[in-house]
């Protein structure tokens, strides 16, 4: 039996239940732009658009899609940075009834092809620098037109100088003669047909992202309107964050993460979301100093980068109303220095935890603004049921005992793309009637409802038939004054199964030695008992990230297979032993 949530001990300030309205993204936002219509909504590189006239370009863009010949039930591919252009197209889009499948604009010719065929997308919108990506495959596709944007269409006449000056003149001139090209400053120029808006149900499919295919192919997870308005709702009311309130688009737009927390619950709120195309931490941390959002949200790789970075360190830092990180495990030790740097600078928060994955848009869980416990990634969100289970079971596990995150909720996903086995592998039917998601991340909670994440299920190590929690021994390595940056996979071994494996980035000035590597081993056995303690170290420059910047474990565990393949030692599903 899932508990009820602790509102009224924990956070009374958020209802245990929302009312969501039963519309589209689209009709939402239009009844922000009615609320607060002279509102800031959005801020892109110092260009700003009040709500009035974000609808007011919507329905030009959503005008221009349907005399191209976009309708209810197509899909229109995105592939863009945080952009102006992006997020018009994206409720366009969804005014008119179609689908829009977002994808990572420096996606390759075959990762497009495949996305595009995946998707039957018809149409698409990308930057200019990607136009040669696109041409090569759409001919094997049923995409046949395509719609380029320049970043320089939303920015003013001395930035895009500035950047025609310093990247745009480098970009590859387009064919005049491909009949397929639409420009976006064009039809946002042009005058159409009024589109009508669609009869689109709420719970329609409106949105497909893509798992991260870390286990092969990446699949298409089919979210509805509903799953982005209860979630985006639920952010807002979590967070407090209203029209008076700015929140740092920092995450890609491709992402749940991005899309769903940094710019739609923005756009719930009655907020501005400030979009951010390109992540640097000088980038951010400019943006932060002037700028002044409210809301901070990022992985950890982004807080220990803002971190190190000295305007960050010197900007006033009273503004910051709540920061949250998700998407990976946060180092203890990158939490305290930027706890310690924001109340250096007039600010006074704690970065809090939460957690979420696409197949539930993204957050749906975090710490009370008002609280704060150890470890913790919070309680569920109003309207998210969150219960843990014995591993590869439906029964429920015992308070306090590690099992698998199941969820159920308006938020969960309506299933995978065109993969009905998928689909019935991870939404499984319970004893109490109600369908729950199974996500594959291990965790526990506690006697008051909050829940303690441990790893995603594929990161567990079997040393020695002992578990290892990687993120454990990856908060001791954190710990020590020379390294920047670890992660811990585990490696086929004859004698233990799998051994504990260290990547480590050094500090600047900081050598890679055999003697550093004795030295962090040696503190190691200090605070780990002996199967968790990391038998080799491999020392890098720099570690492998994923696409919204969390550090890349799979790509690492997978170099370590390719060695002992190559050396004969692994056939892909055991280790040869060799005496």
């Known amino acids: 039996m899932v508990k009820a949530k602790p509102w009224h001990k924990f956070y009374s300030g958020v209802p245990e239940s929302i009312d969501y309205p039963q519309v589209t993204m689209y009709e939402s936002v239009m009844r922000t732009v009615k609320r607060v219509p002279d509102k800031i909504a959005w801020d892109f590189l110092g260009t700003h658009c009040t709500y009035k006239d974000f609808a007011a370009q919507i329905s030009q863009c959503a005008d221009a899609l349907a005399q191209l010949g976009l309708k209810k039930g197509d899909t229109i591919t995105i592939s863009m940075p945080t952009s102006p252009q992006g997020i018009i197209c994206f409720y366009a889009a969804n005014k008119l009834g179609a689908i829009a499948s977002m ?31 696109f041409n090569n495959v759409m001919n094997r596709t049923e995409c046949k037109t395509l719609i380029l944007a320049k970043i320089g269409d939303y920015l003013s006449p001395i930035k895009r100088f500035g950047f025609w000056l310093t990247k745009g003149r480098k970009i590859p001139a387009v064919p005049v003669n491909d009949k397929r090209v639409i420009w976006f400053k064009d039809i946002m120029s042009t005058q159409y047909p009024r589109a009508e808006k669609a009869d689109m ?46 929140i740092l688009a920092i995450l890609p737009i491709f992402h749940g993460f991005g899309l769903g927390v940094c710019v739609n619950a923005a756009f719930m709120g009655g907020g501005k979301s400030i979009l951010v195309p390109q992540f640097t931490p000088e980038i951010v941390a400019k943006l932060i100093k002037t700028k002044k959002p409210n809301f901070l949200i990022g992985v950890p790789t982004l807080y220990a980068a803002l971190n190190k970075n000295k305007d960050f360190k010197n900007a006033d830092l009273s503004c910051i109303k709540a920061a949250f990180c998700g998407a990976d495990t946060l180092p203890n030790v990158v939490k305290k220095e930027f706890e310690k740097i924001v109340k250096d600078r007039g600010g006074n928060v704690k970065l809090l935890e939460g957690y979420g994955l696409t197949e539930a848009v993204t957050a749906i869980m975090a710490m009370p603004l008002n609280h704060f416990r150890q470890n913790s990634i919070g309680i569920p969100f109003p309207d998210m049921d969150a219960k843990i289970v014995k591993g590869n079971t439906i029964s429920e596990a015992a308070m306090g005992e590690d099992g698998e995150i199941c969820l159920h909720g308006p938020a969960v996903m309506k299933g995978y793309l065109d993969n009905q086995k998928e689909t019935d592998e991870t939404i499984k039917l319970h004893e109490d009637g109600k369908k729950w998601l199974h996500t594959g991340d291990i965790a526990y909670q506690d006697s008051d409802g909050f829940f303690y994440f441990k790893l995603r299920q594929k990161r567990l190590i079997k040393s020695s038939g002992m ?37 480590v980035v050094l500090k600047p000035g900081v050598e890679p030695s055999k003697n550093k590597e004795k030295e962090i081993i040696t503190i190691c056995r200090e605070k780990l008992i002996k199967w968790n303690c990391p038998r080799k170290i491999e020392f890098r420059e720099e570690l492998p990230t994923t696409l919204v910047g969390k550090i890349a474990f799979k790509v690492l565990q997978d170099q370590e297979l390719e060695k002992l393949r190559a050396k004969g030692e692994y056939t892909g599903d055991k280790l040869i032993c060799r005496n």
């Not at 604009?105 to 919108?125: D, G, H, R, V, W």
């Not at 710990?479 to 490696?491: L, Q, S, T």
């Not at 004859?494 to 494996?501: R, S």
Request: proline fraction near 5%; charge should be negative; aromatic fraction near 8%.
């Open 103 to 133: 994808i990572h604009p420096l996606s390759t010719e075959p990762e497009i092809e495949f996305y595009l065929n995946i998707s039957k997308s018809t149409m698409a919108l990308t930057i200019d620098a990607f136009y040669n990506k």
């Open 201 to 246: 149900d709420t719970d329609d499919t409106a949105v497909i992202l893509y798992s991260g295919g870390t286990t092969g192919k990446p699949k298409g997870i089919m979210l509805s309107n509903m799953n982005f308005i209860s979630q985006g709702t639920m952010v807002a009311k979590w967070g407090n964050l209203d029209e008076n309130d700015a």
């Open 467 to 503: 578990n290892v929690y990687p993120t454990h021994v990856e908060e001791i390595l954190y710990a020590i004054p020379d390294i920047a940056e670890a992660c811990v996979i585990g490696v086929p071994d004859k004698d233990q199964i799998e051994k504990v494996m260290a990547f």
